[in-house]
């Protein structure tokens, strides 16, 4: 492509009374070259020609198949239809035509108010995650009161909640209870926006990577950056419970959040319209392939690691005894927001052996008492009860 600089020389040329022979001699030009150059009234420049965009034959499928199961990931619409490139590519064309799959039907004849049904472009099944915290002390056990916080998950487009209380503010334990959610919902959202205020040891300091693989979340996307559904979650929670007097256990807050969860979620007596909405919302997120059916709480967050030479482990701000078959050796440990699994991994000591613990919401005590200790002889199958850690 010739520069303007040539462009400018060619016109000044020409000015001067040079003929185009002439100049294309002087500039080593052909003459279809000067001529164009001196009706040009713009200096040449490089123009790409318009390209097809290679998603764009894919627009019409690609709706057809969200009309009809608004749920479907990126993986699966690429398995139907043969897409030819990236799953990123693709995963960012669905997330561009998810505003464009119209509401079902059973919302237009339901007639609900515009006010309360967000703008389809808030693409339905996405949620604000993040902890609020009570004013008042709850008794957590072993003479023990703390600030408990609580994890709040809020469907965008429903406004469908959910709060649990948690025994610490550790990653570990919202991780639990957001897991939890999860499962009770039956479905993945398709984007988690993430509030990491309060939250000790926070994950994306180690990358995101690890949080989505352990949440079994590849087909979501995780952000860190929150909206105002959580803020109002927040504000009402704030209303809802003043700060609670002296006395009030764990487990009583934790019933009370659950009725407060309920009521949020009938909408103030428009009790239909808030189930159509919720169902609506529940549509355009992913199947949960691990239901509550399907999943064993006891494995919802689980780590390996080796008693020291009391048989001792420290576990989530407390210290749980194991007996002389697990020290120093690797074992398994399941934990849940209620209890705490102890496992071996081998053939020794007579058995495998499954150590329960109930889990205290008190911090640093020594816990001595198991729930159960069951001892499976790995030859007959054959499970038998202890005493004991």
């Given amino acids: 492509m010739l520069s303007p600089e040539v462009w400018t020389q060619v016109r000044r040329l020409h000015a001067e009374g040079l003929s185009i022979k002439q100049i294309a001699r002087v500039e080593q030009l052909a003459p279809n070259t000067v001529r164009r150059l001196v009706r040009s009234p713009q200096p040449p420049r490089y123009r790409r020609p318009p390209r097809p965009s290679l998603a764009e034959p894919f627009a019409e499928r690609i709706l057809a198949l969200l009309q009809v199961e608004p749920s479907l990931t990126a993986v699966e619409i690429a398995r139907r239809t043969r897409w030819p490139a990236s799953t990123s590519l693709l995963r960012a064309h669905v997330a561009r035509l998810r505003p464009r799959v119209p509401a079902p039907a059973v919302l237009q004849e339901a007639r609900v108010p515009e006010a309360v049904v967000e703008p389809v472009s808030l693409e339905p099944g996405w949620v604000d995650c993040g902890l609020w915290w009570p004013q008042g002390e709850l008794e957590v056990g072993a003479g023990q009161t703390r600030r408990c916080p609580v994890l709040v998950m809020v469907a965008g487009h429903s406004r469908h909640v959910a709060a649990r209380l948690l025994p610490t503010a550790r990653f570990s334990d919202v991780w639990i209870a957001h897991h939890q959610v999860l499962q009770q919902w039956g479905v993945l959202p398709h984007t988690l ?40 979650a927040r504000r009402h929670l704030n209303k809802a419970f003043r700060p609670e007097p002296a006395g009030v256990r764990a487990d009583e807050f934790a019933a009370a959040l659950h009725a407060w969860a309920d009521g949020a979620n ?33 494995t919802i967050l689980r780590r390996r690691d080796t008693p020291d030479d009391r048989g001792q482990l420290s576990i989530s ?53 198991p729930l159960h200790h069951v001892v499976v002889d790995h030859l007959s199958g054959v499970h038998r009860e202890v005493e004991g850690p």
């Fill in 193 to 232: 926006h993430w509030n990491l205020a309060g939250i000790q040891d926070p994950w994306p300091l180690a990358g995101w990577s690890t949080y989505i693989a352990q949440a079994e979340l590849n087909e979501a996307t995780v952000t860190a950056h929150s909206t105002s559904r959580l803020d109002s």
């Fill in 266 to 298: 009938s909408s103030e007596g428009r009790q239909e319209k808030a189930d159509l909405l919720w169902a609506y919302e529940r549509r355009a997120m992913a199947r949960n392939p691990r239901s509550p059916q399907a999943l064993d709480p006891a």
């Fill in 317 to 369: 701000g407390n210290t749980y005894q194991v007996g002389p078959w697990g020290t120093h050796r690797r074992l398994t440990i399941d934990l849940t927001d209620t209890t705490v699994t102890i496992r071996s991994s081998g053939y020794h000591a007579g058995g495998f052996h499954i150590l329960t613990y109930s889990r205290s919401w008190a911090q640093n005590i020594l816990l001595r008492e």
